[in-house]
């Protein structure tokens, strides 16, 4: 019983995942990011992307606070900041937040700030459907995973 | 060598890898990466840490991976370290794909370029680099070889093939471009308002510090040195592993080209004289109608030399006619006619001297440095800038060459006198931007000191030549009057701003063979050796007391390595030029520094002459300076 548990849950994490890269939301670099989890870091997948969240929730904020500033002109921070929010977004595969990133960097060129500002709604808005989504798969995997280790011992038992 | 390499039964594993990413996130990506890959993997999140690490454990690390944007310090910068300190190879990444920003990378040394995400399959990969460099480092000699084999097929060509000699020579620039690094230079799109500032000091190579590279190098040996021996055996402070390689890697060509020269020596030699000898005796002098006239400047022919002046090695498009040939062509000349005749070369060395001759000008340049490249770049439009030829001796180690300039510079200023600049239209590359400041007038040869000086500084370049040009235009009076042996001279009037041009180029290396040549040419003799020596003659005028006493020693000292008949009045001649001369390079400093930076200059000049851009194969870099 347990172990059809598992096979359900693996089947629902699949069908989220193809619905993630249906949408757009992933690319196969998150592929890469499953395929490099393995015994020795079991939890690969999910410690990166915590650390990726981490990371973008205080470049979101700074960015936030730079384009809110009343007298705001640093593009060029803006640009840093993008820059490794598109090295990390476009590591884990996040395809979208990254290509918002991009246009969100393009309208930093131009200082255009207009079009910083709608970016920024749009990149904290798909950031928090990444944010949602990839928890939920986690969780998942994690179901997953304790059904899964239930049913080993018990099968040892029998 | 790593030991990874050496024992290597499963070599790519076990590779030391250093990542350096301000991305937490990256960095643990690519440290599970490298770990799948079996590397030794350090990660590092701050590119001061990593460049201490990188100090402290030295011949720790196979490879480095570095990001480019970090808050502490630029990756460009700390790759620049790494280049120079410990000679690693490091791969840089980005999420910046445009084309500028990898190519800064290249430039500044960059074995390889990631675009961010890095993915397995670039990873795995990495090994490669380390592996050619340990390979290339074991036989780099052969590496220069290579760029000599493109020189041959480019001599092939027939004389009047000069486009595809072109292509050649574009391929070949192509190709040193890829092979060096250009680490000192910044940025040259940002830097192109500001050039003086924020450059870093070139490395001189004086007489001595050459010296001591030949040492260093003769006691490697030849074909064991690397810039890393030569530069600890140099022990000098300041200098830097890639100085030392470009100089070397302009030493070999140096050699290479030589050693080339030497085997065509005796069958072409008859050849060009006897040419160059009727054509002289014909015309006895040439006026400048009679050249108009004989001479057609094609538009390919301008293209050769254009590509001649970029310094490219491979250009030979004259294979025959050699060095000494030339000198003797040169001799000649200056004996039958040292004044205005020759104003009119100066003016139009292609015209003057049969085609092949002209081209070879450049062939003596080879081993030129790119900044060449930039003159060649130059728009034709500009005007009487025909000493361009004189400018190609000078990039030259060649002696010849030099010689060649300074007659043909004397003959400019005579020709300046004659305010014959009408010719300006064939001259070829000289860019009117430049400036020529009024230094101090000196007559005649009290300049010599000054002279000297310049030449200590290796100063003296390509540039003097634009400058000429320019002062042609503008000095038409004349403080100091010298005789010309030619006897047909004017009172030759050197308006003061020609008299004391100094030339402020970087031409590390040429002037600085010159010492280098007597050491090596007792190493090893070649007989390509002679323009060497020669070439010191404009230094021992210098020092010397009396010019003429210089000239006899130096012919004797010519006559030691090759027999080269009757230098006396041409050297004369050209001491006094010479004496006379010292470029200055004036403002207009930003194209002029630039080019005069490093080689991969050429891209930075959009208004390059067009075919040379053209052929230039990889339009992608180029686009992202245009």
């Given at each position: 019983m347990l172990g059809l548990g598992a096979d359900l849950l693996w089947a629902d994490m699949n069908r989220l995942l193809a619905f993630l890269f249906h949408q757009g939301v992933l690319d196969e670099q998150f592929l890469q990011l499953q395929q490099l989890?393995?015994?020795?870091?079991?939890?690969f997948v999910s410690e990166v992307v915590n650390i990726y969240f981490h990371e973008s929730e205080k470049l979101l904020t700074n960015l936030r606070s730079l384009l809110m500033e009343?007298?705001?002109?640093?593009y060029k921070k803006i640009e840093i900041h993008l820059n490794q929010f598109i090295g990390s977004s476009s590591s884990i595969g996040a395809k979208r937040v990254t290509s918002i990133c991009i246009a969100f960097r393009a309208a930093s060129e131009q200082d255009n700030r207009a079009g910083c500002l709608r970016a920024l709604e749009m990149l904290e808005h798909e950031y928090c459907y990444l944010k949602n989504k990839l928890h939920e798969l986690f969780q998942i995997e994690q179901q997953r995973a304790l059904a899964a280790g239930v049913r080993y011992p018990m099968q040892q038992h029998q | 060598m790593p030991a990874s390499l050496q024992s290597?039964?499963?070599?790519?594993?076990?590779?030391?890898v250093l990542v350096v990413d301000d991305d937490v996130t990256t960095l643990k990506i690519i440290e599970q990466m490298s770990l799948r890959c079996h590397y030794q993997v350090t990660t590092c999140s701050e590119a001061t840490v990593a460049l201490k690490i990188l100090r402290e454990r030295k011949?720790?690390?196979?490879v480095v991976l570095s990001d480019v944007h970090m808050p502490d310090m630029d990756g460009y910068k700390l790759l620049e370290h790494v280049g120079l300190e410990m000679d690693l190879p490091v791969i840089m990444m980005s999420v910046d794909d445009r084309t500028s920003t990898v190519m800064k990378g290249i430039r500044h040394g960059a074995c390889d370029f990631f675009?961010?995400?890095?993915?397995m399959e670039e990873l795995r990969n990495i090994w490669q680099h380390v592996a050619r460099k340990i390979l290339n480092e074991n036989k780099e000699h052969d590496n220069s070889g290579s760029i000599e084999d493109n020189d041959r097929n480019t001599q092939g060509?027939?004389?009047?093939?000069n486009t595809s000699s072109v292509a050649g020579a574009t391929k070949g620039i192509v190709k040193e471009q890829k092979k060096?690094?250009?680490?000192?230079?910044?940025d040259v799109e940002l830097e192109n308002d500001d050039?003086?500032?924020?450059?870093?000091p070139r490395v001189v190579w004086s007489v001595e510090l050459h010296q001591q590279f030949v040492s260093a190098v003769n006691q490697l040996g030849l074909d064991k040195a690397v810039p890393k021996r030569i530069l600890e055996m140099m022990n000098?402070?300041?200098?830097t592993r890639e100085n030392v390689a470009s100089h070397l890697q302009k030493f070999r060509l140096y050699l290479k080209r030589l050693s080339v020269v030497a085997h065509q020596q005796n069958g072409m030699l008859n050849t060009v004289h006897g040419t160059i000898e009727s054509k002289l005796a014909a015309t006895g002098r040439y006026d400048i109608q009679a050249l108009a006239g004989s001479g057609h400047v094609s538009p390919e022919t301008l293209a050769a030399l254009q590509a001649e002046l970029l310094g490219?090695?491979?250009?030979?498009?004259?294979?025959?006619?050699d060095r000494t040939a030339l000198m003797h062509a040169s001799v000649q000349g200056t004996k039958h006619s040292l004044a205005d005749d020759h104003a009119v070369a100066c003016g139009q060395p292609l015209v003057k001297y049969p085609s092949n001759i002209v081209n070879n000008f450049p062939q003596s340049i080879?081993?030129?440095?790119?900044?060449s490249s930039i003159y060649g770049a130059w728009?034709?439009?500009?005007?009487?800038?025909?000493?361009s030829s004189g400018r190609l001796g000078v990039q030259n180690n060649n002696t010849l060459v030099d010689i060649l300039q300074h007659q043909q510079q004397h003959q400019h200023q005579q020709k300046q006198q004659q305010s014959q600049i009408h010719d300006q239209n064939r001259?070829?590359?000289?860019?009117?931007?430049c400036l020529v400041v009024p230094a101090q007038s000196s007559n005649t040869f009290q300049a010599v000191n000054s002279v000297a000086s310049v030449n200590k500084d290796?100063?003296?370049?390509?540039?003097a030549i634009i400058d000429y040009s320019q002062s042609s235009q503008k000095s038409?009076?004349?403080s100091s009057s010298s005789q010309y042996p030619?006897?047909?001279?004017?009172?030759t009037s050197i308006s003061p701003q020609i008299s004391s041009?100094?030339?402020?180029?970087?031409?590390?290396n040429i002037q600085q063979i010159q010492n280098s040549t007597l050491t090596f040419g007792a190493a090893r003799p070649l007989p390509g050796l002679l323009p060497l020596t020669l070439r010191q003659v404009p230094y021992d005028i210098k020092s010397s007391d009396s010019l003429d006493e210089v000239c006899l020693r130096n012919l004797g000292f010519v006559g030691k390595g090759t027999c080269i008949p009757s230098f006396e009045n041409k050297i004369q001649s050209s001491a006094n030029d010479f004496s006379q001369m010292k470029v200055f390079m004036a403002s207009n400093g930003n194209t002029v520094k630039e080019e005069l930076?490093?080689?991969?200059s050429l891209i930075r000049?959009?208004?390059?002459s067009q075919p040379v851009l053209q052929n230039y194969p990889s339009h992608d870099h180029s686009s992202a300076f245009t």
């Amino acid at each position: 019983m347990l172990g059809l548990g598992a096979d359900l849950l693996w089947a629902d994490m699949n069908r989220l995942l193809a619905f993630l890269f249906h949408q757009g939301v992933l690319d196969e670099q998150f592929l890469q990011l499953q395929q490099l989890q393995d015994h020795t870091s079991p939890n690969f997948v999910s410690e990166v992307v915590n650390i990726y969240f981490h990371e973008s929730e205080k470049l979101l904020t700074n960015l936030r606070s730079l384009l809110m500033e009343r007298e705001f002109s640093d593009y060029k921070k803006i640009e840093i900041h993008l820059n490794q929010f598109i090295g990390s977004s476009s590591s884990i595969g996040a395809k979208r937040v990254t290509s918002i990133c991009i246009a969100f960097r393009a309208a930093s060129e131009q200082d255009n700030r207009a079009g910083c500002l709608r970016a920024l709604e749009m990149l904290e808005h798909e950031y928090c459907y990444l944010k949602n989504k990839l928890h939920e798969l986690f969780q998942i995997e994690q179901q997953r995973a304790l059904a899964a280790g239930v049913r080993y011992p018990m099968q040892q038992h029998q | 060598m790593p030991a990874s390499l050496q024992s290597s039964g499963e070599f790519p594993a076990g590779l030391r890898v250093l990542v350096v990413d301000d991305d937490v996130t990256t960095l643990k990506i690519i440290e599970q990466m490298s770990l799948r890959c079996h590397y030794q993997v350090t990660t590092c999140s701050e590119a001061t840490v990593a460049l201490k690490i990188l100090r402290e454990r030295k011949g720790c690390f196979d490879v480095v991976l570095s990001d480019v944007h970090m808050p502490d310090m630029d990756g460009y910068k700390l790759l620049e370290h790494v280049g120079l300190e410990m000679d690693l190879p490091v791969i840089m990444m980005s999420v910046d794909d445009r084309t500028s920003t990898v190519m800064k990378g290249i430039r500044h040394g960059a074995c390889d370029f990631f675009i961010k995400p890095v993915r397995m399959e670039e990873l795995r990969n990495i090994w490669q680099h380390v592996a050619r460099k340990i390979l290339n480092e074991n036989k780099e000699h052969d590496n220069s070889g290579s760029i000599e084999d493109n020189d041959r097929n480019t001599q092939g060509n027939d004389d009047n093939d000069n486009t595809s000699s072109v292509a050649g020579a574009t391929k070949g620039i192509v190709k040193e471009q890829k092979k060096r690094s250009n680490l000192k230079d910044e940025d040259v799109e940002l830097e192109n308002d500001d050039p003086s500032a924020s450059k870093k000091p070139r490395v001189v190579w004086s007489v001595e510090l050459h010296q001591q590279f030949v040492s260093a190098v003769n006691q490697l040996g030849l074909d064991k040195a690397v810039p890393k021996r030569i530069l600890e055996m140099m022990n000098v402070p300041g200098l830097t592993r890639e100085n030392v390689a470009s100089h070397l890697q302009k030493f070999r060509l140096y050699l290479k080209r030589l050693s080339v020269v030497a085997h065509q020596q005796n069958g072409m030699l008859n050849t060009v004289h006897g040419t160059i000898e009727s054509k002289l005796a014909a015309t006895g002098r040439y006026d400048i109608q009679a050249l108009a006239g004989s001479g057609h400047v094609s538009p390919e022919t301008l293209a050769a030399l254009q590509a001649e002046l970029l310094g490219h090695p491979a250009t030979n498009i004259m294979p025959t006619v050699d060095r000494t040939a030339l000198m003797h062509a040169s001799v000649q000349g200056t004996k039958h006619s040292l004044a205005d005749d020759h104003a009119v070369a100066c003016g139009q060395p292609l015209v003057k001297y049969p085609s092949n001759i002209v081209n070879n000008f450049p062939q003596s340049i080879l081993k030129v440095d790119d900044s060449s490249s930039i003159y060649g770049a130059w728009p034709p439009s500009s005007t009487l800038g025909s000493v361009s030829s004189g400018r190609l001796g000078v990039q030259n180690n060649n002696t010849l060459v030099d010689i060649l300039q300074h007659q043909q510079q004397h003959q400019h200023q005579q020709k300046q006198q004659q305010s014959q600049i009408h010719d300006q239209n064939r001259s070829i590359n000289v860019q009117p931007s430049c400036l020529v400041v009024p230094a101090q007038s000196s007559n005649t040869f009290q300049a010599v000191n000054s002279v000297a000086s310049v030449n200590k500084d290796c100063s003296f370049s390509r540039n003097a030549i634009i400058d000429y040009s320019q002062s042609s235009q503008k000095s038409s009076n004349s403080s100091s009057s010298s005789q010309y042996p030619g006897g047909e001279t004017r009172a030759t009037s050197i308006s003061p701003q020609i008299s004391s041009f100094s030339v402020g180029s970087r031409n590390n290396n040429i002037q600085q063979i010159q010492n280098s040549t007597l050491t090596f040419g007792a190493a090893r003799p070649l007989p390509g050796l002679l323009p060497l020596t020669l070439r010191q003659v404009p230094y021992d005028i210098k020092s010397s007391d009396s010019l003429d006493e210089v000239c006899l020693r130096n012919l004797g000292f010519v006559g030691k390595g090759t027999c080269i008949p009757s230098f006396e009045n041409k050297i004369q001649s050209s001491a006094n030029d010479f004496s006379q001369m010292k470029v200055f390079m004036a403002s207009n400093g930003n194209t002029v520094k630039e080019e005069l930076e490093e080689e991969p200059s050429l891209i930075r000049y959009p208004n390059a002459s067009q075919p040379v851009l053209q052929n230039y194969p990889s339009h992608d870099h180029s686009s992202a300076f245009t």
